[in-house]
């Protein structure tokens, strides 16, 4: 039998058999702020398509930042938008057609 103990910085398996407590150190503010920095760096250099893979490993390595999803669906959003660039208004009478 396993227990697990959480407090606010770490994660503590527990085992009664063996007696023997190991703590897994959750990632800190500054260890997303750190990940964060490239796929922005990518994204603000009009790399959509590289940003899009750095955003998905961040997610990957922090799943419960919800600032790490909705830059990842912000880039494939725009990656999948196909001819349409950033800031482009539809021609007039085409902005119901784009919906």
Known sequence: EV?????SSALTLVSP???VARAAQAPSPSDFTN????????????KYADSEVAWSK??????????????LATVE??????????????????????L
């Open 3 to 7: 227990l697990l103990r959480f407090t």
């Open 17 to 19: 058999q063996a007696g």
């Open 35 to 46: 990940a964060v920095r490239q796929p922005e760096r990518l994204f603000n250099l009009g």
């Open 58 to 71: 961040v997610v990957d390595a922090f799943p419960d930042e919800a600032l790490a999803w909705q830059n």
């Open 77 to 98: 959003l725009i990656n999948t938008a196909g001819a349409m660039k950033l800031e482009e208004l539809p021609a007039k009478g085409e902005d119901a057609r784009r």
